[in-house]
């Protein structure tokens, strides 16, 4: 209060949305590389990103300036996990797609070589794809196996003498329509184990079809991807894999990427609802001004503040060595639930703007659609946790 009674109100934006100041966790080191990050992806990749997802193409031209910004690496050379989760946040924020393509290339297919590779995969494999000078993609689902594909895989790998034959097909393949090397997981007709093996796209045998008419992610190329007696090298498989366990570990940390995706969509919603109300107007004054959007735009922020408190939980998790599948389902399924308020609440606050993609929020709102389905469906997370509390399962 002022002397003279009157209530001053400090209307200074916060312009990063952070309004519990979580950066303030990260060294000064690790703010500068996110605050560079942060306006590298505002700057060179959310600018692009409407006209890519309209026509279902992928923006090549961007990878150099991508790699440079060295976003994670690997063993020795990776970040910590909140700079690497809030990278991921920020990349979500500036477009899901190349989020989406960049988690399955690194997040999954670079990791898996890192962790499960022999050192002579690690040495061959490993600058190509850090520099995105190669492709990664991970072809686990299958046409008619999603959530059950542990159990009912149908891929097989046949060991031959010096050579692995592999048969069947995988569905919904991120990066597979363009990927320079595919993870394919398949079960050892020997032992019955389910193990990964690298297949360049250009084997026999090897096929690889786009899938079009998509709804969200329209950027990246998801494949259905066909394998008739495709024969790699024995020093394809990945010999860290020996069972399923091994892949459920990438599986775990890969929920963990996609909750950090969740809070970048809600993060990407509210900039876009946030700067539309401070623009448009209605009855002579900006909609901002409105108590109703004003309410709106505090639950936006509210669900994306609450979905980050969790996410720097998770990261301290990570960072001890304590981080299980229980913990990395309850963030899946309680992040991507608060992003489907978020992204609706975003798309109508800009009325019939919502659903037009040059005003972004349609594409937020469709590609959110994808962030809550894959990794693991909503209800397959919550069985998980569910689990977890009752020490009862749910699954047959």
Request: hydrophobic share 40%; proline share 3%; glycine share 8%.
């Amino acid at each position: 209060m002022t002397g003279g009674g009157m209530t001053h109100l400090d209307c200074t934006p916060y312009p990063d949305a952070d309004l519990i100041f979580v950066t303030d966790l990260l060294t000064p080191d690790e703010q500068g590389r996110l605050a560079s990050a942060r306006a590298f992806f505002q700057a060179e990749v959310r600018p692009l990103a409407v006209e890519y997802w309209n026509r279902a193409e992928f923006p090549f031209e961007l990878l150099p300036r991508l790699a440079a910004q060295n976003l994670g690496g690997v063993g020795p050379a990776a970040t910590g996990h909140l700079l690497t989760g809030l990278l991921q946040m920020e990349l979500t924020r500036a477009d899901t797609s190349i989020s989406t393509f960049y988690g399955v290339h690194h997040e999954l297919f670079a990791t898996a070589v890192d962790t499960l590779g022999s050192p002579e995969q690690r040495e061959r494999l490993l600058p190509g794809l850090l520099s995105l000078q190669k492709i990664g993609a991970f072809a686990l689902t299958e046409p008619g196996h999603g959530s059950d594909i542990s159990r009912e895989m149908e891929t097989t790998a046949t060991r031959s003498g010096d050579e692995w034959v592999l048969n069947g097909r995988k569905r919904w393949i991120g990066n597979g329509a363009m990927a320079d090397y595919v993870l394919v997981w398949a079960r050892d007709t020997a032992d019955r184990e389910i193990k990964g093996f690298i297949v360049e796209k250009e084997r026999a045998g090897f096929s690889a079809t786009t899938i079009e008419n998509k709804i969200a992610v329209r950027i990246v190329q998801n494949a259905d991807i066909t394998l008739r007696d495709v024969r790699i090298p024995a020093g394809n498989w990945l010999p860290g894999s020996r069972s399923f366990e091994d892949t459920n570990v990438l599986l775990r940390n890969s929920r963990v990427w996609v909750a950090w995706q969740a809070v970048g969509q809600q993060f990407a919603a509210f900039d876009v609802a946030r700067a539309y109300a401070l623009e448009r107007r209605q009855f002579g004054q900006p909609i901002a001004s409105f108590q109703l959007v004003q309410e709106q735009l505090s639950r936006m922020i509210g669900n994306a503040t609450l979905s980050l408190s969790l996410m720097v939980q998770l990261a301290r998790l990570q960072e001890s060595g304590r981080l299980t599948m229980d913990q990395a389902a309850l963030a899946k399924a309680t992040c991507t639930t608060r992003m489907r308020e978020t992204v609706a609440l975003g798309r109508g606050l800009l009325g019939g703007n919502g659903i037009d993609t040059r005003f972004e929020m349609a594409k937020i709102f469709a590609d959110a659609e994808a962030i809550y389905s894959y990794e693991g469906s909503y209800e397959i997370n919550s069985l998980l946790v569910g689990r977890a509390v009752t020490g009862v399962s749910a699954f047959t």
